[in-house]
């Protein structure tokens, strides 16, 4: 082989193996395109859904790829998003997405595709205004006592749904904030009763003084 | 009107006849020693002596010196104790729990020997009253100075949910300490009529006044004497049930958190026992100290001591009861951090103490109050000065080693107080003795109208002889009723 051959040699299979990997990798950058759909408006601790739809750049559906859902999170000198929930594109490229609602507020989804060895990654962001007050976290387990941490229409459910029957006990459920703690607040009522009729006696004691002295 | 003289000299006048009723005295009581019992119980309100104030001073000290350690805490917040995030909980809930537990033993002790007509406690009832509303004003202080930011307190009551044990904690604590002032306050009624009428004019005017106001008017008439029958019956009866509710709802503080070290069942009655075991040492101190510094030997004998030194015996086995049950049914069943805290506390870094609470806080005692040869006032005091700091010891454990137990597979920490924190302490036990000072200064330390109409001298027994510290008196026939 001459040194011209051996040469022509080296240079191609240097030009290969450039090439390959270029290829591969430009078949990955594929273009893809995302889009979500979420409810506008939402309530505090419901449950929503995101519609996501994976595409490539003729618009054909994109099967079976894993899309994350994030929402941004801040706590204590840290920030970044999170992810709350995962899917799977179906056929049709589209996934569902079930996420929980657990801040007030505008809240920013964001839908992202991290990409393969054939598609591109790709993003897409949709706001969702979320309206509503209370406590999301519900103690399950231990012990249910009405009036400290269940409802007293509890007592009154079909089959301990824990849910009050206000067909049985109309109003019940309103009246509940106001109930809350009533076995504490019975306890201490009794006790302090018996306190005040202490007071009293000793109002007698210094009444029956001046009945003595008169 | 017949006079005596106080033990600094001063004329006490005599009795008003209606003040505390004669016709009602124990059988036994002459004038002569009825009139000796008046002038030893009201000696310490018409006398203070220099060393009196010397102590007060020292004690002053020391609470100024927590007070400089507690603003340093204030200012730096909790990164000057030992408290870190795993160990949140240290010395500061252990003296909690400690103080509220010494508290228990007073009002419910007093109470429980009130119903059963036990006549030898009526002159120890006073002491041990004092004991629980000192105890638990100190004690209240604790979950302040636990919190790094006291400023947010009103967040409780804010933010407070039902739900929350600490929230129960606070009623039950604010409704004791009540009930305990108002049932210190009864008995106190007729005594406060005695010092109204025996201390002349040598006392101070705003000490009268005081006394005159407090006294309500008392004569002893028989329409007064059945309403006070009436209220102290009621608190007596009132006061059991809460003072069995407190300790119990300190015991969920801990019992209702999902950790390995509470996670029991027996920790309601396991706290009220050891609220009592504390409680009735914490007393057998004070009866001590009292009946040497004001010479109440005559009122405070052998059989005091002796039949508190029994019920300190009787909570050593129940103690033990107690404990055994928990190291077995959690040995047995071993759940996944059982294994490291007994290891924790049996071979670990908690041996020593462990050891210290079961050989000084139980074993010692036990064998004390086993043996009558051992069973003297100076022997009892011993018993009852090794539980007070066993038990102050084993909620050290308690806190501490149940914190120490990892909630997740990180390695444990250790907590050592820091100066802060034993300075803190050091001036609760001030305040503490401040208090007790403060109070047997301003009202008589024995129930003396209890003593006259209820018990008498100890028939049968030479008193002052008797009580002489290290020699034993006869025992009781009948104990509880004696």
Known sequence: ?????????????????????????????????????????????????????????????IPKATILLTAPLSFLQGSGDVVIADATTDAKGVAIAEFDIRTEGALAIKAVFAGDERYAASSASATVSIAGDGQLYAQAAGVQLPGLNTSPGAIFSPAGSGQANVGVLPGLAALWPALSGWPIALALMTIWSFYAMVAGLLFRIGAAANEAEA | MEAVTGAGGHAIPAARPHAVDGAHAAPGVTPAWRARLEERGLAPLARTGARYWLWIGFLLAVIGWALHAYVTQLENGLIVTGLRDRISWGVYIASFVFFIGISHAGTLLSAILRVTRARWQMSVTRMAEFITVVAL?????????????????????????????????????????????????????????????????????????????????????PAQRRLLDRAMTVMMCVIIPVAVSVHTVVSWIFSMTLRVAFNTTVFGPYFVAGAIFSGVAAIILLMAVLRKLLHLEEYITHKQFLFLGYLLGAFTLIMTYFNLTEYVTHGYKMEAGVAFHFTQLMVGPFEPLFLFYWICGIGIPGLIMLFPRTRTIAGIVTAAGLVVVAMWVERFLLVVAGFRVPLMAYEPSDYAPTWVEWSILAGAFALFALLISVFAKLFPVISIWEVVEHRGPELGEAAPAAAAPGRRAPLPQRAGRA
């Open chain 1, 1 to 61: 082989m001459s040194n011209r051959t051996f040469a022509g040699a080296v240079l191609l299979a240097l030009l290969l193996l450039v090439a390959l990997p270029l290829a591969a990798l430009a078949a990955g950058s594929e273009p893809t395109s995302l889009t979500i759909a979420v409810p506008p408006s939402a309530s505090l601790g419901q449950v929503a859904l995101a519609r996501v739809t994976l595409t490539d750049a003729t618009g054909q559906p």
């Open chain 2, 137 to 221: 004003m100190v004690g209240a202080l604790f979950p302040f100075i636990d919190m790094g930011r006291v400023d947010r307190i009103l967040n409780l009551v804010q933010f407070g949910r039902w739900q929350s044990p600490l929230l129960w904690d606070i009623f039950a604590i604010t409704t004791y300490l009540t009930g305990s002032t108002l049932y210190l306050y009864l008995p106190l009624i007729p005594d406060f009529a005695l010092a109204r009428d025996r201390l002349g004019p040598t006392a101070p005017a705003w000490r009268r006044a005081t006394y005159r106001l407090a006294a309500l008017g008392w004569r002893g008439t």
